[in-house]
């Protein structure tokens, strides 16, 4: 244990003097996940927002005008649109329809009558983080004018729909993709890079003569990786809730995903650099396969969403159970297919781990 503790230490050590290092484990997730929330999940100015006015009565046009008066939204015409296309497409993340008979059926509930069905219908795309927003303002629109009508009675109903299947914000849905994404790029790189340069410089030939096994020495760059990924985790975590108001879940499963996922890539850095001993060739190789997983795996955009064929490549990737995982354990909270998640990542991670150190032949190289 003495020996584990060492390595750990001066490896911790050499750690925080490689600049390089420091920056694309702890600055680079920060700035990607920064710059993609921003892009894909954030909105500044004015909404956009359809509408489809089919009753084209002066009380539609003063409820059209009354949420452009509000400055939230910038307001498109959708007549002769395919709106629900649209929305399906990605193309817009909200809009709403004034079905024939809006102001007949407002007046006659003003007058006494049942509330027919001819009210509003707002369509959004509840992943988007300002679905919340839309709602909220056309709901207040909508009782400022029912307080005009007929006092506090409801004349004009509103129905939203979400027709998305995801129940997060993008934002939400990125945080674990880039953690994961983090704990593969780390554990892959690190492993590969020290173990590629380690054979070529000779320092394995020279640990085949000391105390330290080669399950030891395996053993403490798991844990010098935790360690740094914990670090990294913790101020992806924080930026998160400061700049985003995301609050995840940290648990035993979320913990523990972290730690199998180090041990799932560190395994697999090992076998590339089993097979593969220039260091250049190593690292281009390691490249090689982290790059096209972070985009098969769910890290960005969600499996679902992607076609067939690549689907059938999430199914393999290690790094698709690993983010499934810890969405489910920090975000969802769907702790049924966290632990599953768990075990996949774990039995994948000892497996390639006790392979890895055994092909990891010291003497040899």
């Known amino acids: 244990m003495s020996r584990i503790v060492s390595d750990v230490k001066y490896s911790l050590i050499a750690y925080f003097r490689n600049k390089g290092a420091l920056f694309w484990t702890l600055i680079f997730p920060i700035i990607l996940f920064l710059l993609m929330g921003y892009l894909f999940g954030g909105q500044s100015g004015p909404l956009e927002l359809y509408y489809q006015d089919s009753d084209g009565s002066q009380l539609s046009h003063s409820f059209v005008g009354a949420l452009n008066q509000t400055g939230v939204f910038d307001l498109r015409d959708g007549a002769g649109m395919d709106l629900a296309q649209s929305l399906k497409d990605g193309k817009i993340s909200a809009y709403i329809v004034i079905p024939s008979g809006f102001e007949k059926s407002a007046m006659a509930a003003k007058a006494g009558s049942n509330v027919s069905n001819a009210g509003l219908e707002v369509y959004y795309d509840k992943s988007k983080s300002t679905s919340g927003i839309v709602i909220s303002v056309i709901e207040q629109v909508v009782n400022g004018m029912n307080m005009a009508l007929a006092g506090a009675r409801n004349v004009i109903p509103v129905t939203s729909q979400d027709v998305t299947t995801s129940s ?79 609050v995840p879940n940290i648990n035993a499963v979320s913990v523990l995903m972290i730690i199998f ?95 890895g150190v055994s092909l990891l032949k010291w003497k040899e190289d």
């Open 168 to 246: 997060m914000s993008f934002v939400a849905f990125l945080l674990p993709g880039i953690i994961g994404m983090t704990i593969m790029s780390s554990a892959v790189n690190g492993t590969v890079s020290t173990t590629a340069r380690n054979k070529a410089t000779g320092v394995f030939r020279k640990l085949a003569t000391t105390p330290i096994s080669r399950l030891e020495w395996n053993a403490a760059k798991i844990i010098n990786q935790t360690i740094i990924l914990m670090l990294s985790i913790s101020i992806s975590l924080i930026v998160a809730w400061l700049v985003f108001g995301i």
């Open 261 to 355: 996922g180090s041990a799932v890539f560190s395994g697999l850095g090992m076998l590339i650099t089993t097979f593969v001993k220039d260091v250049d060739s190593a690292e281009n190789a390691a490249s090689a396969i982290t790059f096209p997983l972070m985009f098969v795996s769910g890290s960005f955009i969600s499996v679902d969403s992607m076609p067939w064929f690549l689907r059938y490549l999430a199914d393999v990737s290690p790094l698709t159970y690993l983010n499934n995982g810890l969405r489910s354990s920090m975000i969802t909270g769907n702790y049924g297919d966290a632990v599953m998640n768990l075990i996949i990542v774990a039995i994948l991670g000892i497996i390639l781990f006790v392979v």
